[in-house]
């Protein structure tokens, strides 16, 4: 009983990540509003085409699983980086734990990858763009990072910050991803490496928030 009960298991995680790899490689290439559960199912090479239902869920649960499939490597390389980073008081070091765990994590992965463009797909849905805000602040380093990024802007007016929160994010999110579709299409890219990759997304994002502060003018059409 004990065995037969230990190959079930085995069977449904190996079926398990059949089916989150397959979601994930069609999510990220055609988007998520795309693709159905049976298109999943027939890409994942199951012949029940209510697999994806049977052991996810909805969508929504399916596209939360493929983000916590990543999540707990990408957080292992936040934490050590916080670890090194001690109590900087420097900008970049803060911006750049914010940038490089993504990087690194799709670097150390066998084989072409898809969760840069995943991770696009579904911040550009306006539904399931919250599963990723909510996986995002779940984690403590992440929240320690933003933090200790603050700290070294404190005199950015609150909706500066904002702005310019929204503004890193994007870059955070839509650069790797065209990254990796580069990489996908055999396309040239401006740099050779993630790490490399990684430098020029955190020269920007340390731009954007050191950008000096524009006071709003007169609109001398809107006053006419």
Not at 7 to 23: D, G, K, M, N, P
Not at 29 to 54: C, D, I, K, T
Not at 117 to 143: G, K, N, Y
């Amino acid at each position: 009983m004990a065995v037969g009960r230990a190959v079930r298991a085995e069977q449904v995680s190996a079926t398990r990540e059949l089916i989150l790899t397959a979601a994930e490689r069609l999510f990220a290439e055609r988007g998520v509003n795309s693709v159905s559960n049976r298109q999943v199912s027939e890409a994942a090479g199951q012949g029940n085409n209510a697999a994806v239902g049977y052991h996810f869920g909805t969508k929504a649960d399916l596209v939360r699983a493929i983000a916590r499939k990543h999540a707990e490597r990408i957080e292992e390389i936040r934490a050590r980086m916080l670890a090194q980073l001690g109590d900087s008081a420097d900008l970049r070091d803060w911006v750049d734990c914010l940038v490089r765990p993504v990087p690194e994590h799709l670097a150390a992965l066998e084989g072409p990858t898809w969760f840069a463009r995943f991770c696009a797909q579904v911040m550009t849905d306006p539904v399931l763009h919250q599963i990723m805000l909510e996986e995002s602040l779940a984690s403590p380093s992440l929240r320690r990072i933003v933090d200790g990024l603050h700290r070294c802007l404190p005199e950015l007016p609150p909706e500066v910050r904002a702005e310019r929160g929204d503004m890193a994010r994007h870059l955070l999110i839509h650069l790797p991803a065209e990254r990796e579709r580069a990489l996908a299409e055999n396309r040239p890219t401006p740099r050779t490496s993630w790490h490399d990759y990684a430098t020029g997304i955190a020269d920007a994002v340390v731009g954007i928030w050191l950008a000096p502060v524009t006071r709003g003018e007169a609109d001398p059409a809107r006053d006419r």
